[in-house]
């Protein structure tokens, strides 16, 4: 049976939410894991539907993946009994292909399914591909897989044309067990990269550069890698999120367990706007507005620039603004899948190619809509607490696949919202999203 969400919008929201594990860092984490035979604990894991594709994947390549009901899972990838990720996996979650980088790494040789048509654009893998050819793999795309060998690989200098952060992770992956050095420049900046090469270099291997433009791996034996205890970084998106949520009702919010510096782009958006933020830990931010937010005009780049995942949230924001907003989705061709659905609800907005002009209106009022992907299912639970009279957000195997107990955690700060039985005949089948 699938469900929808019920919201009765229009209440302040105010209170505390715990941040979950980072979505976008775990499964790049337990892709990592079969670098090498030993168990490895991961902390900090958010339960999302999400994980559970990458805990398939890793039990059909034969892992053992333990995820305990609190925030642990244990992976040993010791007896690996194929090299090969179906389709019928990878097609649910982009993230699954970094698989290949592991298995190459590891074991000389991978076949993985590409990931297929995507709703928000069309994400290719090429930067991927090449980074592995780069390294010395031999690399052919046959009835739909990438399948790639190589008897040894041997450090290089990749410069990627677009700093994709798939492309880093998958590059770093398969360049921590590799002979000599590898440079990658133009690499993604995101803090999730960081947070894998320290989990790489927990594991033993030997990565400077995280963070920066420029990444050296210093290839080390498989002997040097072992297991470990790591925890997961929060949220930054998830978090955003809740931030989000809280100031678009004029409301009070504090995010627990954050990383501010991850959210600067967004906070300083947000202070433009008329938000008051505070940090009263390191590790938590309160978010405060008690006025119509201005207008502000955002260009989604790559960190530490505005965030794509955070362009439709951030225009159910603006959707109310007092002004003319201006959205410049770089990164993604068709990411503004929200737009319909806020219009419905009586947003103001005008899309030429990747320029959305939004001309705020008083106030939205609830209508039936639809989560089209992750962000824009997120952009409708704001648009919902917002609104005047009653949301009904649809198809939300979206939101599960990234937003941990998200009911619970709006009731938690004040939100009317109800997950129930979708008893219409709608689409069930996900698409490949992020
Ligand atoms: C990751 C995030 C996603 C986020 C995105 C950008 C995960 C699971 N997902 O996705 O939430 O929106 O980063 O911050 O971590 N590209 C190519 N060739 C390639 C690879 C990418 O042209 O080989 C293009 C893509 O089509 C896209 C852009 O580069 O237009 C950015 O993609 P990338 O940074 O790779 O995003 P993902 O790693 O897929």
Redesign the pocket.
Known sequence: MTEKLIIHGGKALRGEVEISGA??SV??LMAACLLTGDSIELRNVPHLSDVVVMTQVLKHLGCDVDQQDDDRVYIQARNITSVEAPYDLVRKM??SFDVLGSLLGRFGEARVALPGGCSI????????VKGLIALGAEVEINHGYVEAKAAKLIGAEILLD??????TENIMLAATMAEGSTIISNA?Q?P?IVDLANFLNAMGADISGAGTNELLINGVKPSAMHGTTYTVMPDRIEAATYMMAGVGTRGDVTVNNVLPVHLSSLTHKLQEMGADIEMPTPNTMRIRCNQRLQAQNIVTQ?FPGF???LQAPFMALLSIADGVSIVKET??ENRFKQVGELKRMGADIAVERDVAVVTGVPHLSGAEVNAHDLRAGAAMVIAGVQAEGTTQVYDLYHLDRGYEHIVEKMQSIGADIQRVPDTSERSTVPEDA?
């Open positions: 979505k976008n499964l790049k982009r993230a654009g069309k994400r290719s893998v090429d930067l991927h677009t700093p994709s952060v798939g492309a993604a995101e999730e790559p965030p794509t995942d990164i993604y992020v």
